[in-house]
């Protein structure tokens, strides 16, 4: 199988690099451009394996199967426009374009296009991605297994409806911003109490590390895991009442919706 990458910067290249050091790229051709020679060649020379770079964008869609587009929402018209004559029957584009849905890019691509459109999150450059897989009516069930391979290389991908992706932004797209936040905050508190600061961040940091997997490995939920590190009248119960006094789970979820109502604005539908 072809696979083409256009556009691989911070995460399209995370998503390439990913994909190349988990070793199952192996029997798969890999393609790439970029709007300059320079990012292309770069990126190479830092893989393990052999990627053919293309000049132009409408060349490595002529030589692909599957074509990954990294490009900003900004640049998708564009690029869509450029890619369109080179379109043709069994080959599916895999969008990350945030706020451009499968049906905006059919109009330029053709009703009938194999279409994924995803949503990945930083974490990607470290191997740890949270990614939803979109597909629509015209890909197959071995062309989304195909993709799905890819992104479970990078950390893990679960197929979801489109119409969910709004909530996928606000629940992974979109939340380790707010976790660095979490982290940031226990760190500086850490350091106001006398802690050296790279000390504090790899504390903070290393514990919400720890319970993230705690709740991926337990069969019981997070509501169950925090009442069981809860001893009446220890520390730890007194940390999560005033977090519940000061309306903790309030303020995640009016930020969660911020982003999926910001979301459901970039693609030009009603905030609920």
């Known amino acids: 199988m072809k696979i083409g990458f256009i556009g691989t910067g911070n995460m399209g290249g995370a998503i390439l690099r990913g994909y190349v050091n988990s070793g199952k790229s192996g029997g798969n051709s890999l393609y790439i451009c970029n709007r300059t020679r320079e990012r292309s060649d770069r990126i190479v020379s830092e893989l393990s394996g052999p990627v053919t770079v293309c000049q132009d964008a409408r060349e490595l869609v002529r030589a692909c199967d599957i074509v990954i587009?990294?490009?900003?929402?900004?640049?998708?018209e564009e690029l869509l426009k450029e890619i369109a004559p080179e379109v043709s029957e069994g080959k599916v584009f895999v969008s990350m374009a945030a706020g451009v849905?499968?049906?905006?890019?059919?109009?330029?691509?053709?009703?009938?296009?194999?279409?994924?459109?995803i949503m990945p999150n930083t974490p990607a450059m470290v191997g740890k991605a949270m990614t939803s897989l979109s597909p629509c009516e015209y890909v197959s069930e071995s062309e989304l297994e195909a993709v799905k391979v890819i992104f479970d290389s990078i950390g893990r991908a679960e197929v979801v409806p489109e119409h969910m992706i709004d909530c996928v932004i606000g629940v992974s797209g979109s939340s380790p911003a707010y976790t660095y936040m979490y982290i940031d905050a226990l760190a500086k508190a850490a350091e106001a109490r006398g802690m050296e600061a790279e000390a504090a961040r790899i504390f903070a940091a290393q514990s919400v590390l720890g319970a993230a997997e705690m709740v991926l490995q337990s069969s019981e939920s997070p509501e169950q895991l925090r009442i069981n590190v809860c001893s009446p009248g220890g520390t730890t119960i007194e940390a999560v009442n005033s977090l519940i006094d000061n309306d903790f789970e309030k303020i995640v979820r009016e930020a969660f919706e911020a982003a999926v109502n910001r979301s459901i604005e970039m693609t030009g539908g009603t905030k609920k």
């Open 101 to 117: 849905s499968i049906a905006a890019i059919k109009k330029y691509l053709g009703e009938k296009t194999g279409i994924i459109r």
């Open 69 to 76: 587009i990294g490009v900003k929402p900004q640049g998708m």
